[in-house]
């Protein structure tokens, strides 16, 4: 998670932080933030972490949200699902009426023309700060901070605070580089392990970083 320097109070990063320790099945991430509000977008992949830190758990551990503070914190869902799913148009897969898109518009990945072999993938909206038209929803590590990038001042006396008050933070599955901007905060790891062949044993064959590389890029 990278965040704004100075955007957010010391006494809102202890209570943020009493909270990293929580899980949770639900949430409620969109509100109509208000100016004062810490706002947040980025990575589905961690998104449900940041929801359980905003509002708590089904099973009735408190988020920082629950005693109804003056200023929230709220990380807005990658998704429209809260369920990590994308959302889906009614047309089926074997329709052939799933219309071009790159992802800013109604469509599935590249194409760029109608297509019948995925479904429909809609690219919902949402208000990131009430009083505002809705704007396509960041979806995504590299597009929350991107979004962030983009409203943080990068020259002159302003530098690191919000040019527009959209976003104070972005969610991220990968680190992003040293950026004097931002201050990164990990939440938690994910270790990749890798199986080897034993010495001695024959049932295996060895795969050169060259091999597994291919396989993560698909």
């Given at each position: 998670?990278?965040?704004?320097?100075?955007?957010?109070?010391?006494?809102a990063m202890v209570a943020i932080a009493a909270s990293l320790c929580l899980?949770?099945?639900?949430?409620?991430?969109?509100?109509?933030?208000?100016?004062?509000?810490?706002?947040?977008?980025?990575?589905?992949?961690?998104?449900?972490?940041?929801?359980?830190?905003?509002?708590?758990?089904?099973?009735?551990?408190?988020?920082?949200?629950?005693?109804?503070?003056?200023?929230?914190?709220?990380?807005?869902?990658?998704?429209?699902?809260?369920?990590?799913?994308?959302?889906?148009?009614?047309?089926?897969?074997?329709?052939?009426?799933?219309?071009?898109?790159?992802?800013?518009?109604?469509?599935?990945?590249?194409?760029?023309?109608?297509?019948?072999?995925?479904?429909?993938?809609?690219?919902?909206?949402?208000?990131?700060?009430?009083?505002?038209?809705?704007?396509?929803?960041?979806?995504?590590?590299?597009?929350?901070?991107?979004?962030?990038?983009?409203?943080?001042?990068?020259?002159?006396?302003?530098?690191?605070?919000?040019?527009?008050?959209?976003?104070?933070?972005?969610?991220?599955?990968?680190?992003?580089?040293?950026?004097?901007?931002?201050?990164?905060?990990?939440?938690?790891?994910?270790?990749?392990?890798?199986?080897?062949?034993?010495?001695?044993?024959?049932?295996?064959?060895?795969?050169?970083?060259?091999?597994?590389?291919?396989?993560?890029?698909?």
């Open positions: 998670m990278q965040v704004k320097r100075l955007s957010v109070g010391v006494g899980f949770s099945t639900s949430a409620f991430a969109d509100y109509a933030p208000s100016s004062n509000d810490v706002v947040g977008v980025g990575s589905d992949t961690v998104q449900a972490a940041a929801d359980f830190v905003a509002d708590g758990d089904a099973l009735g551990d408190p988020g920082f949200n629950t005693g109804h503070p003056l200023n929230r914190f709220i990380s807005i869902d990658a998704t429209a699902n809260a369920n990590t799913r994308l959302a889906y148009g009614s047309p089926g897969v074997g329709t052939g009426s799933c219309v071009p898109g790159t992802g800013a518009t109604q469509g599935t990945g590249n194409q760029n023309a109608n297509h019948s072999d995925n479904p429909c993938v809609l690219n919902p909206t949402v208000v990131l700060r009430a009083g505002l038209s809705p704007i396509l929803r960041p979806n995504g590590s590299g597009a929350g901070f991107n979004l962030l990038v983009a409203d943080t001042a990068t020259s002159g006396a302003n530098t690191g605070k919000s040019i527009n008050g959209l976003v104070d933070f972005a969610r991220r599955s990968s680190a992003a580089g040293a950026n004097a901007l931002f201050d990164s905060v990990s939440i938690g790891t994910d270790p990749l392990a890798m199986l080897t062949t034993s010495s001695g044993s024959h049932d295996t064959k060895g795969l050169s970083i060259a091999q597994l590389k291919g396989i993560y890029q698909c």
